[in-house]
């Protein structure tokens, strides 16, 4: 029984370790700090980036980058009706261009007016 112990501590470690929450996206934005308002879609199948798997990304002044800092499945599910990888949509954002990827601090969708028509 002893030698059963040491197993079961390591593995009630180990999913401690593996369990935890990767870095919670910023959900204010920096007040002094510019927020842009920008094209967001599924780099691939809306924005014309070239990739293996659906990823979200942004138009900025006509140009199409991956973001980082946060991602397609953060913000509902991509393949729905009006999801990323069916509609492009506007959010505000914070970061940089670093590598040719846009590096988010701050990421929130714009509301769609109500009056809107489709």
């Known amino acids: 029984m002893k030698p059963l112990l040491p197993l079961?501590?390591?593995c009630f470690s180990i999913s401690i370790a593996f369990?935890?929450?990767?870095e919670k996206e910023q959900t204010t934005p920096n007040p002094?700090?510019?927020i842009q308002i920008v094209d967001a879609a599924c780099g691939e199948c809306k924005l014309g980036l070239t990739g293996a798997?659906?990823?979200l990304a942004i138009r900025i002044d006509?140009?199409?980058?991956?973001?980082?800092g946060t991602d397609i499945d953060s913000h509902g599910d991509a393949h729905?009706?009006?999801?990323f990888c069916k509609a492009i949509k506007k959010a505000e954002?914070?970061?940089e261009l670093v590598n040719g990827r846009f590096k988010a601090t701050y990421f929130k969708l714009v509301p769609e007016s109500k009056g809107k028509d489709k």
């Open 8 to 10: 079961l501590i390591l």
């Open 93 to 95: 954002v914070q970061g």
């Open 62 to 68: 006509g140009k199409s980058y991956f973001v980082d």
């Open 19 to 22: 369990g935890q929450d990767k």
């Open 32 to 34: 002094i700090k510019k």
């Open 53 to 55: 798997t659906c990823d």
């Open 80 to 83: 729905a009706e009006e999801g």
